[in-house]
């Protein structure tokens, strides 16, 4: 049985190397740059010539847009509307790397299925949070984690907590898409060895093969939920976080 | 797990960061802003439309009340000037009707008078054709013929005594 796992290899298409650091173009970078080509595209198809009744591109990214505005309205106010580029860069940018990894294809490559990359877009959100937040409320952001009407000792304790528990907002982020990503696709690697064991059965040949494919299918349908949800869920934690930031609650 | 291979995190991150910049300066800041402006100003037809709708079904309302109050002072003229026409012409035969019997009246006494003389006249006649008659049977019988003027009295006496 092949390795589950093999299909996270990364494999280097072509060397390079800067100032003695590895910057090599992988697989991973590939697939990355197809999302950021495909989303490019759909975005500059969508607004060449916005029009206020929309054509059908046009119609699906406002639909997108819209979406994001919507759920920073909703989660951060009316100051929610200077992050919705960032928010909706996120949203695509991860949505599009879910998706894309999905395609029944041996190149396919899921970049968020690393946890380099989805750490890297927590660092993103996290970085960004606190420059607003330190931004906006100076050092009055370290309020965020005081218990509002509680004495100093067990503010203190709760201050501890709620601090440990803002530091470890990007890990939680970045494992829970990457945990999902990688799941997914080894479960969808497992039915598809159970295929080809079984199909290859010699006294009848192809017809146990025909459940694990089955499974497989249903599967991939669950895997390009979890890829929609994932990124929603992505986009709106970010959102969630940018609150904190921007209105201390 | 490929995915703890640290190794690989530097290029990863390297092409992440090249990449997720390239979407977000190069890509997204340069195609939203230009559809926030196309929704901003869609809101505002809207939002303007449905403004000059509303002025337009007030102005309608307007109409349609300055119509009623239009319609029901015609009415109201109507009603008055047939009320008018009726208590005029009620008048105009009441003074027709009286000017008639006026008239009436006044052939009724002409009337009444000329009976009234020719009754006289008749009366006269009467006595003089009595005394005429009174004086023949007085003649036969006596062969004695009265005067007129005794014969005329005695019948005048007897008429006016009848």
Known sequence: MANPMEQFEIRTLHPLDAMGYDVSFTNSSLWMLVAMVSIAAFLFIGTARPQLVPSRWQAAVEYMYEFVQKMLDENVGADGRRFVPLVFSIFVFVLACNLLGLLPWIGAFTPTSHVAVTLGLAAIVFAVVCIVGFARHGLHFFSLFWPKDANILLGAFVFLIEFISFLSRPFTLAIRLFANMTAGHVLLKVFGTFVVALGSFQALPYVFGVLPLAVNVALTALELLIAVVQAYVFALLTSIYLNDAVNLH | ?162
């Not at chain 2, 800041?29 to 196309?38: D, I, M, S």
């Not at chain 2, 009623?68 to 105009?92: C, F, M, N, Y």
């Not at chain 2, 035969?93 to 009337?111: F, I, Q, S, Y």
């Open chain 2, 1 to 162: 797990m490929p995915q703890f291979d640290f190794a690989t995190f530097v290029p990863q991150l390297a092409w992440l960061t090249a990449f997720f910049a390239i979407l977000y300066f190069g890509i997204v800041r340069f195609t939203l802003p230009k559809l926030g402006r196309v929704m901003t100003a869609r809101e505002d037809q809207v939002t303007g439309d449905i403004a000059t709708a509303e002025r337009a079904k007030a102005e309608a309302d307007n109409i349609q009340a300055a119509y009623d109050e239009g319609i029901a002072e015609a009415r109201e003229r109507a009603r008055a000037t047939l009320a008018d026409s009726k208590a005029q012409v009620g008048r105009s035969v009441e003074a027709r009707l009286a000017a008639a019997g006026e008239e009436v009246d006044a052939r009724l006494k002409t009337a009444e008078a000329a009976l009234e003389q020719a009754r006289a006249k008749a009366m006269t006649s009467i006595e003089s054709i009595a005394a005429e008659a009174s004086a023949d049977i007085v003649e036969r019988f006596t062969g004695k013929r009265p005067t007129p003027s005794v014969a005329a009295k005695a019948a005048k006496a007897a008429v006016a005594a009848h």
